[in-house]
């Protein structure tokens, strides 16, 4: 049996996948500060369901929410990747996909068609005969793509004779607040944790008018930041109760808030998170067995018998008074108008305690994740 090794940086053609997989990473990682993008593993796993057959291709389609028919699939992604060209550069958001096979086997010349025409993965041919080198050109790789914030994703130990091929996803982001926090203003402050404990945090400060609320069906603090001349925002979701995100994050799966402009009186960590994940057994868990078994079918992509033997996932995030740089490996207007009355008091926005986050437009989720304590 060889193996086909799926390495995956860093939402969704359908959206329902990537809730699910973020569901099973925040209960995985629920003392621990997190950043993913479910779109990467979302995507790599459809270029890899392209070739799938039989039981292997229905688990996986079960799983990633995907229609039967694969030119539908094909569509989808391919609308998603184009959607995502032609952007303005203010914010960066560039999405990549590449396939390393080892020069001994062949691709399937249909599978190898579809790859490039829906999902704009070039496939090279690499030899595993020396292991550094190849490892080597498949991280350098990764390190373009993600401008240097993921130097690695393959060790040498993975390049071995058994290898395949390397199906590679890379997401990258970078983008400066539409309203920017002043330097001067940041401050050394207390960050409660869910455990009762008081950590310094460097806090960033700023009032200005957001799109935002407190939502009781949440019982949470809801706010939008913009980033300039874009339509991506970094959405955040703060709990009323300091040990209340988990809970939060069960309920906000799939939500989409509501958001009135008012002015805000905002108090956000600086933040960097580095995350590295395998994630075979939340995959198996999820119903996607086969695909790691030595009953797999992905004779769509090699005629020789495969199986995938890991899905790695990496990411990263720094959240500053600039922006938000972010790499891995995924609203109604009401405006309070009267001309005889006070306007409301600023709503009190203070993120001084655990809080989840996602960074999206309209249409996906690109990166997604939890503060719990400045202490990771």
């Known amino acids: 049996m060889k193996f ?29 500060n997190l950043i993913s993008s479910p779109l990467s593993v979302d995507i790599a796993l459809g270029m890899t369901y392209m ?10 389609r079960d799983v990633l929410k995907l229609p039967a028919d694969k030119k539908e699939v094909a569509r989808k992604y391919k609308q998603l ?3 995502l060209e032609g952007r303005e550069k203010v914010a960066i958001l560039n999405l990549a996909n590449r396939i390393y096979v080892n020069d001994r086997f062949t691709i399937n010349p249909k599978f190898n068609q579809v790859v490039r025409d829906s999902f704009k993965a070039e ?11 190849a490892a080597d050109i498949i991280n350098k790789w990764v390190d373009d793509q993600t401008r240097s914030r993921i130097k690695t994703i393959i060790k040498n130990e993975d390049i071995t004779p058994k290898l395949i091929m390397v199906l590679l996803n890379a997401i990258y982001f970078k983008g400066q607040w539409q309203y920017k926090f002043e330097p001067e203003n940041t401050k050394v ?54 040990d209340g995100l988990p ?8 939500f989409s808030p509501e958001l009135r402009e008012q002015e805000v009186i905002l108090k956000l960590p600086k933040f960097k998170i580095e995350f590295s994940s ?71 926005f203070n993120a001084d305690h655990p809080f989840a986050y996602v960074i999206r437009d309209e249409n996906n989720v690109y990166f997604q994740g939890h503060f719990v304590s400045p202490e990771n």
Do not use: W
Not at 51 to 60: F, L, N, S, V
Not at 194 to 212: G, Y
Not at 247 to 254: M, N, P, S, T, Y
């Open 4 to 32: 086909l090794y799926l390495l995956l940086l860093a939402t969704s053609a359908t959206g329902e996948f990537t809730d699910d997989l973020y569901q099973l990473l925040a209960k995985n990682n629920t003392n621990k």
């Open 51 to 60: 070739g799938a057959g039989g039981k292997t291709a229905q688990e996986m």
């Open 81 to 83: 990747l184009a959607n």
């Open 123 to 133: 496939a090279e041919a690499i030899s595993v005969s020396d292991p550094k080198r």
């Open 189 to 242: 402050a207390d960050f409660r944790t869910a455990d009762s404990k008081t950590v310094p945090v460097q806090m960033m400060q700023l009032r200005a008018t957001f799109k935002a609320r407190y939502i009781s069906k949440l019982d949470a603090k809801v706010i939008e930041l913009p980033y300039r001349s874009s339509n991506l925002s970094m959405v955040i979701y703060l709990p009323e109760k300091v």
């Open 247 to 254: 809970e939060l994050e069960r309920k906000i799966a799939g």
């Open 278 to 348: 395998q994630l075979v057994a939340i995959l198996q868990s999820m119903g996607m067995r086969d695909a790691f078994s030595f009953n797999a079918d992905f004779k769509g992509i090699v005629s020789t018998e495969a199986k995938i033997s890991k899905v790695i996932h990496k990411a990263f995030i720094e959240v500053n008074e600039e922006g938000a740089e972010a790499a891995a490996a995924t609203a109604v207007i009401m405006t309070f108008i009267c001309a005889d009355c006070t306007p409301p008091p600023p709503l009190e």
